[in-house]
């Protein structure tokens, strides 16, 4: 029977991979991946096969990886931190019926989220939303409605893919929607390049945000009403004290 891992590799650099994900490249004989990720990770392993397409060649992609663990090959998909949250597994898994007889496997990795907020502080140290303002596969009405309603139920925020050349205005856009409800000094962080070259952190408010220019290797981080700034870090308090 084929094997394919659908693996969450961080945010790319060694270090911040888990036991499991190193485990699952190394017994590879397959490493397939978006382009960028394939980088990140070929100089880990060069004696490796790998398969990687540009970034909107996600389904051709997965349909191969599927197809190659169908002729008995062992195959780790990659994603950029978690598989599972806007990585390749799902994806993966709608496909999947399609090629009976491989046996998938998921294996978690960690998300920008985490990656960028420990780098921060504590931003999400209570409940909070994760959207993605690429409306790529998202219609933008459907974006600024979730928004809304994540600014409306007081949530920090914490905001994937918020800007890239083709979507310059999209940071911006998603702030004067926020700030419909929240104040223009509610607290906010940026992490650039979490576990890659020219990493970099910063603090500031909704206000400035709307200002700020960002990448797709940006993460960006709202706070809650409870959110502050303590010792120059980004906390959100988990809403009660011990002792």
């Avoid at 096969?49 to 992609?61: I, K």
């Avoid at 294996?107 to 931003?123: D, K, M, N, Q, W």
Wanted: glycine letters at 12%; proline letters at 5%; one cysteine or more.
């Amino acid at each position: 029977m084929g094997k394919l891992i659908i693996a969450g590799i961080g945010p790319g650099g060694a270090a911040h991979m888990t036991a499991a994900c190193r485990e699952a490249l190394e017994s590879a004989d397959i490493i397939a991946g978006y382009t960028g990720y394939v980088d990140l990770v070929r100089p880990l392993y060069p004696e490796k096969s790998y398969l990687d397409t540009p970034m909107t060649g996600e389904t051709e992609r997965c349909r191969e990886a599927l197809q190659l663990a169908q002729r008995d090959r062992k195959v780790c998909i990659i994603s950029s931190g978690d598989s599972g949250i806007y990585g390749m597994a799902s994806l993966i898994f709608e496909l999947a019926e399609d090629y009976p007889g491989v046996s998938i496997k998921a294996i978690p990795g960690v998300t920008a989220a985490s990656s960028g907020g420990a780098l921060l502080g504590a931003p999400l140290g209570h409940d909070f939303a994760v959207i993605s303002l690429s409306d790529r596969l998202t219609s933008w009405e459907t974006i600024a409605g979730r928004l809304r309603a994540a600014a409306q139920g007081d949530f920090a925020i914490c905001l994937y893919n918020p800007g890239s050349a083709g979507r310059r205005d999209h940071l911006r856009t998603a702030c004067g929607i926020l700030l419909e409800t929240l104040p223009p000094d509610r607290v906010c962080g940026l992490a650039r390049n979490v576990g890659r070259a020219g990493e970099d952190t910063a603090l500031t408010t909704l206000g400035a945000l709307e200002k700020t220019t960002v990448d797709m290797f940006t993460t960006v981080f709202i706070g809650s009403s409870r959110t502050r700034v303590i010792g120059g870090k980004m906390v959100t308090p988990r809403g009660y004290r011990n002792g």
